[in-house]
C-alpha cells in the first residue's frame, strides 16, 4: 500500500486569520461571481454564476421550484437524475420556461385594476411577471410590473388599485425597503431587467424601481420584452448507464449543463461518457464530472474532458459511505489536494478547469473556508432541503417543523444507479439514510443571511473577489481546546438557566 503523509481535515479544523480590512473592503463591493465551466487564459467561463451556490443532485433538494429560486438568487440547480428520462426532462423544461424577465402585458389591464385582477391574469398566462401599461397595451408606456411571487404583498388587499401600488423612483428611499437602492440599480444592470419590483412589507406597498434609460425603450415594448425575456439557467444529472438516451433528451429540453453523478467518479465509466458526450456535441453540450478526491482522480476526468470537476466521498451529511465502504478523504485535504492538481493543470496548458467542493458543508464560514481553500463553487444538499422551495413534506415533530432529507444512497431513493455496481438485490446495501432537517422558511431570506455572512468574511480577509480570496487568505489549523474556546464558553447561557 501507498500511505499518504498527510491526515483527513475536515472544515471545522480550520480558521481564517483576518487580512488588512482597506476602506473599499464593505460587503456592497465584494462579488462572488464565478466560473462554471472550464476556460482558456484570457477568456470568459461560458457560465458564470452570480453566487458560488449550486444544489445537490438529490430527488430531496433539486427539484424544479428550488431550481428557479436559486436561478434567481445567481446560483443554479442540477435536477436528479435519479428518476425516468422523461420526467427529469419535464423538470428542466420547467425551468426553461419560466419567465426571469418580464412582458408587457398584452391585456387591458391599467392603473385603475385591482390586484385581484392582476392575478386572475397571473394564473391565466404562463407568464410569471405582467407588465402595466398606462394604456393597457403594450405600446402604452410602462408604468410597473407585478410578478407572481411578488403578488403576495396584494393578497392582503386585493381591492387595492394597482396605481396606488406605484411610487416613482424619485420617492423611494433607502432603509424602508428590504433591499437599499444601489443594490436593486445592480440587480436591474446585472440581469438587463428594465424595472424592478421591491416589497416593502411593513406598509404592504410594491414600489417599483426603473432602469434610467427605461424611457428611451418605452415606445418599443417589443424590443423591451425580448431584451429581458432572459431565460433561468439550470443544470441535469446524469449516470453513466443511460447516458445516451437521457442526455439527448436534457439537451432537447434546454439543459445549461450536465454533472455526471457518482460518490465515486474516478472510473472508466466516467471517462467513457465523458468521450461520448465530447465526441457526439464537442463543447455545445458542457458537462461536469466526479466525485474525487485527489489529484490522480481530477486529471483523469480533465483528461477525459470534464468541463468541471466534483470533490469530495463520504463528508455529506446524509451519507454513510465511509463506515459502510472504507472510503473517503477529510474535505478540507481532498479540496486542498485537487485545488493543486486543478492550478499546475492551469499553469502547464493555460485552461483553468473550476472544481466544485461537494458536501459536508456545516456552517455559514465554511463556505468562505471552502473558496479560501480552492473551490470555484459550492454544492449543497442540507442546506437546501431546509427551505420551502425543496421537494420534500414539511413536517411537524414536537414543537418543531421539518422538512424530509434523504440521501441518494438511501432505500428510499431506490434501486437508482449511481451507488449500483450491479450485482443481485441481496447484496445491496445502502450508502445513505432518511432524515429529517429543521425547517428554516424561504430560500431568499436564507441566502441573505448567509451571503452576508460570507461578503463580511471575506471583507475581514481583506478581499472583494472569490479569485482574490483563493489568493490572499491565511487559514490556520485550530486544535480541538481551541475549538472549545471558539464557542461560547465558561457562562451560564440565559436560555439554558
Ligand atoms: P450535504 O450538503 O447534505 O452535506 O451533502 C450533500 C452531498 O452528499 C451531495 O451533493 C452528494 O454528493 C452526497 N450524497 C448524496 N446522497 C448521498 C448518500 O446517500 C451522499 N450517501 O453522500
Not at 472510473?267 to 458542457?286: C, P
Not at 466521498?313 to 486542498?336: N, P, V
Request: net charge neutral.
Amino acid at each position: 500500500a501507498i500511505y499518504l503523509n498527510d491526515v483527513s481535515r475536515t472544515f471545522g479544523e480550520y480558521l481564517l486569520i483576518p487580512g488588512l480590512t482597506t476602506k473599499q473592503c464593505v460587503p456592497s463591493n465584494v462579488s462572488l461571481r464565478t466560473p462554471l465551466v472550464k476556460f482558456a487564459k484570457g477568456e470568459k467561463s461560458a457560465i458564470e454564476l452570480n453566487i458560488p451556490l449550486v444544489s445537490a443532485i438529490m430527488q430531496s433538494v433539486s427539484g424544479p421550484e428550488l431550481a428557479i429560486e436559486l436561478a434567481r438568487n445567481g446560483g443554479l440547480s442540477f435536477i436528479f437524475g435519479s428518476q425516468p428520462i422523461v420526467s427529469q426532462a419535464e423538470m428542466v423544461r420547467k425551468v426553461k420556461k419560466f419567465k426571469a424577465g418580464f412582458v408587457v402585458s398584452d391585456s387591458n389591464l391599467t392603473p385603475e385594476n385591482t390586484l385581484a385582477d392582476i392575478l386572475s391574469l397571473i394564473q391565466k398566462t404562463e407568464h410569471s411577471t405582467i407588465g402595466i401599461t398606462d394604456d393597457g397595451t403594450p405600446n402604452g408606456k410602462l408604468l410597473g410590473m407585478v410578478t407572481s411571487r411578488d403578488y403576495r404583498v396584494g393578497v392582503d388587499s386585493p381591492d387595492k388599485k394597482v396605481k396606488d401600488l406605484m411610487t416613482p423612483f424619485s420617492k423611494l428611499t433607502v432603509g424602508n425597503l428590504g433591499i437599499s437602492l444601489s443594490d436593486a440599480n445592480q440587480i436591474i444592470w446585472d440581469h438587463k431587467l428594465n424595472t424592478l419590483p421591491i416589497i416593502d412589507k411593513d406598509q404592504n406597498l410594491c414600489y417599483f424601481v426603473f432602469r434610467k434609460d427605461y424611457d428611451s425603450h418605452k415606445n418599443n415594448p417589443h424590443e423591451l420584452s425580448d431584451n429581458s425575456d432572459k431565460k433561468l439557467l439550470v443544470g441535469a444529472g446524469i449516470n453513466t448507464r443511460d447516458y445516451k438516451e437521457r442526455v439527448p433528451a436534457l439537451v432537447e429540453a434546454g439543459v445549461d449543463v450536465l454533472c455526471i453523478d457518482s460518490s465515486d467518479g474516478y472510473s472508466e465509466w466516467q471517462y467513457e461518457t465523458l468521450r461520448w458526450i465530447k465526441e457526439t456535441y464537442g463543447n455545445q453540450v458542457l458537462v461536469g464530472a466526479g466525485n474525487v478526491v485527489d489529484q490522480e482522480g481530477f486529471q483523469y476526468l480533465v483528461d477525459a474532458g470534464a468541463d468541471f470537476v466534483k470533490v469530495g466521498i463520504g463528508g455529506g451529511s446524509i451519507c454513510i459511505t465511509r463506515e459502510q465502504k472504507g472510503i473517503g478523504r477529510g474535505q478540507a485535504t481532498a479540496l486542498i489536494d485537487v485545488a493543486k492538481a486543478r492550478d499546475a493543470h492551469y499553469a502547464k496548458t493555460g485552461m483553468y478547469v473550476p472544481i466544485c467542493s461537494d458536501g459536508g458543508l456545516v456552517h455559514d464560514y465554511h463556505m468562505v473556508l471552502a473558496l479560501a481553500m480552492g473551490a470555484d463553487f459550492l454544492m449543497m444538499g442540507r442546506y437546501f432541503a431546509r427551505f420551502d422551495e425543496s421537494p420534500t413534506k414539511k413536517l411537524r415533530i414536537g414543537n418543531n417543523y421539518v422538512k424530509e432529507y434523504w440521501g441518494e444512497g438511501s432505500n428510499r431513493a431506490q434501486n437508482w444507479q449511481r451507488y449500483d455496481m450491479g450485482g443481485s438485490e441481496s447484496l445491496k446495501f445502502e450508502e445513505g439514510v432518511d432524515s429529517y432537517v429543521p425547517y428554516a422558511g424561504k430560500m431568499k431570506d436564507n441566502l441573505k443571511l448567509t451571503l452576508g455572512k460570507v461578503k463580511a468574511t471575506m471583507c475581514s480577509c481583506g478581499t472583494l473577489s472569490i479569485e482574490e480570496l483563493q489568493k490572499k487568505a491565511k487559514i490556520t489549523m485550530v486544535s480541538s481546546t481551541s475549538i472549545v474556546e471558539g464557542g461560547a464558553h465558561d457562562v451560564i447561557l440565559k436560555e439554558q438557566s
